[in-house]
């Protein structure tokens, strides 16, 4: 299913940019004056940055941490684009924000991920935007819900502003992982499916929550055919008042930007297509061979379920499930696999195969 939103290109968003990525880039919050100036003017330098972010609104997880400095750091805002000609952006999560913003002539929006998570905030803040022409971006919700994502575009969308794009920020986990959201690639790729044209940035300051890790996120954002990237950058990291472990300098900016290596979406050469074409005509005849394959084993599974009810026995077995498991993942690796997809391969088989036992054992004989 695909939505008609009619959403304009990035590229017509008349916006100072022409060539892959678009980076926003600021710190995650706005602290003193001198800071907003003195980072602007370095990201400014490295000639990469298009829009300067800054977080004037901070939604922080505890009360009695830094929730922003609000209104006094506008005209801080206003400096910046007067003194290095950057566009600027910050989050809005309610009314009162989005009023603020615009007589400060803030010149993108952004709604984060704990506001897209919530239908009331956004549909409060898309009456407000009526009539309004903004280019904004809705970042993903933190659960990973594609419904929710879309439902908040849509809103926006529905108040009149074509100029709208999404952010994938990673989805929030109690999980411990190397990444402080996790990313789940396949949900904005589905996004891209849903409403195709929709502009889309990654966020690998939110994801990596590790200013070490950006550079390889960043790229994979690019590989995976993003439009651009919003990257937290400070003048100290260090001394951040807000999420100081991710950000990093305007000089290191630079430099993870300069080193990103951007790929074409559809090759312009004819004996480049004819490769690629061979390679993936081999990939379909190994994804048939995977739906025989797993068509033979639910047929097995089935008939195991028959057993099972003849014999009344139960049909899960949790030492059977734990022996498969342990054994897939322990092959999976010789094999070079990943534990984490062997992991979600084999529970959605296991799961298929509960679901035919269940529907045998309610069958009337
Ligand atoms: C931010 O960009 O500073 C921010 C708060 O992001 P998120 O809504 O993704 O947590
Ligand atoms: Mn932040």
């Not at 060539?19 to 602007?40: L, N, Y």
């Not at 829009?51 to 801080?76: C, D, H, Q, Y």
């Not at 008939?303 to 734990?322: A, D, F, H, P, V």
């Not at 696999?337 to 054992?361: D, G, P, V």
Request: glycine share 6%.
């Amino acid at each position: 299913m695909t939505e008609k939103l009619d959403i304009l290109p990035l590229q017509e968003w008349g916006l100072p940019y022409s060539e892959k990525p678009f980076v926003i880039a600021g710190p995650c919050s706005a602290e003193t004056e001198e800071q907003v100036i003195e980072t602007a003017i370095a990201l400014k330098k490295t000639g990469r940055v298009h829009v300067f972010r800054a977080g004037i609104w901070k939604p922080r997880t505890r009360p009695n941490s830094f929730e922003g400095v609000g209104s006094k750091g506008l005209p801080w805002m206003q400096r910046v684009k007067e003194e290095t000609g950057l566009l600027t952006s910050t989050e809005v999560a309610n009314v009162k924000h989005v009023y603020e913003a615009l007589k400060y002539g803030i010149d993108i929006l952004w709604i984060g991920a704990r506001t897209s998570a919530n239908p009331f905030a956004m549909q409060e803040i898309a009456d407000t935007l009526k009539g309004v022409d903004i280019p904004v971006f809705v970042k993903n919700p933190i659960t990973p819900d594609l419904e929710l994502w879309v439902g908040a575009i849509e809103r926006i969308r529905n108040a009149g502003i074509n100029r709208v794009g999404a952010i994938h920020r990673g989805f929030a986990t109690y999980e411990k992982t190397i990444y402080r959201n996790l990313p789940h690639w396949q949900i904005p790729i589905d996004l891209k499916n849903r409403i195709p044209g929709l502009p889309m940035l990654n966020d690998p300051s939110h994801i990596t929550g590790k200013s070490e890790m950006i550079y390889d996120l960043s790229q994979q954002a690019m590989d995976l055919n993003f439009d651009g990237l919003i990257i937290e950058s400070h003048r100290n990291p260090e001394e951040a008042w807000s999420d100081a472990r991710q950000q990093v300098t305007p000089d290191e900016l630079n430099e993870i930007l300069s080193r990103l290596i951007i790929r074409q979406p559809v090759p312009d050469n004819q004996s480049v297509m004819d490769e690629l074409g061979e390679l993936r005509n081999i990939i379909n005849i190994l994804d048939d061979q995977l739906l025989v394959t797993l068509e033979q084993r639910m047929k097995v599974a089935e008939k195991i379920g028959r057993y099972k009810k003849k014999n009344n026995i139960t049909i899960l077995q949790s030492k059977r499930w734990e022996d498969i498991i342990n054994k897939m993942l322990e092959k999976g690796k010789q094999k070079g696999l990943h534990e984490e997809t062997i992991n979600a391969i084999f529970k959605a088989i296991h799961q298929e195969s509960i679901n035919r036992q269940t529907e045998i054992m309610k069958q009337k004989d």
